[in-house]
């Protein structure tokens, strides 16, 4: 079975641009996390998603930071503008929701974002 | 670049001793803790998990130490292979919110010597 899907791997932009993250959590995976990890750091949750909808996002920067699961599968984080301080690894994961007996979060192998 | 300041706490083991990875936990409230391994380039993979009613969980080569009254986790790693070196998170969360709201520690980077 296909894990956490996310792409691009790596991406390099200038500051004041925009950029976008796709994930494609397990099949079957109602919930959905995005998180922010900077460098040597543990990941910090930015958003987490039941099915379509958004349940927290208390730590999004909404000014800049917007994220969508519109068909309750995929999820796109998007940074408009992006800033210097957003380079980081930007990590998403999976899990099969509140009931499951254990609900363990499985992460995909992130997204590297340099911005310059 | 790198942060300026930052230090990720490391340890160095030579292959088939034991590690000991300690982790202090914040929220007095967490009834739920994980041990997450990261390799470089990839996202993090669970390793073992314990309940707060528990003091003492053991997986294959590894077991976890819970100390709740100082607010305390540990991961034991037993004869340490090559494939362990990676950095290390404890995590806690809360069984009541499906532990899906976790909070990540600082991590600890293991390095196994051949």
């Known amino acids: 079975e296909a894990g956490v899907v996310q792409s691009p791997r790596y991406k390099i932009i200038e500051k004041k641009q925009p950029v976008a993250f796709w994930c494609n959590p397990i099949?079957?995976?109602?919930?959905l996390y995005w998180y922010l990890q900077n460098l040597g750091q543990g990941p910090e949750l930015l958003i987490r998603y039941e099915n379509e909808e958004a349940v927290d996002d208390s730590q999004l920067p909404k000014d800049r930071f917007s994220a969508e699961r519109l068909k309750g599968v995929d999820s796109t984080l998007k940074i408009q503008p992006a800033e210097l301080g957003d380079s980081a690894v930007y990590l998403c994961?999976?899990?099969?929701?509140?009931?499951?007996?254990?609900?363990?979060?499985?992460f995909g192998p992130g997204t590297r974002l340099t911005v310059l | 670049g790198e942060s300026v300041g930052l230090h990720l706490p490391t340890l160095s083991v030579q292959e088939g001793d034991n590690s000991i990875i300690n982790c202090a936990y914040s929220?007095?409230?967490?009834?739920?803790f994980i041990w997450y391994k990261q390799e470089s380039g990839k996202g993090p993979q669970f390793i073992i998990d314990i309940r707060s009613n528990m003091d003492k969980r053991q997986g294959q080569r590894v077991t976890v130490l819970l100390n709740k009254t100082v607010k305390h986790l540990s991961l034991q790693i037993a004869a340490t292979q090559p494939g362990d070196s990676a950095v290390y998170f404890c995590?806690?969360?809360?069984?009541?919110?499906?532990?899906?709201?976790?909070?990540f520690g600082q991590g600890t980077r293991l390095t196994i010597n051949p």
């Open positions: 929220n007095s409230a967490s009834d739920y």
């Open positions: 995590a806690e969360g809360s069984i009541i919110q499906g532990a899906q709201k976790l909070v």
């Open positions: 099949s079957g995976h109602n919930t």
């Open positions: 994961a999976s899990s099969s929701g509140q009931g499951a007996v254990r609900n363990e979060q499985f």
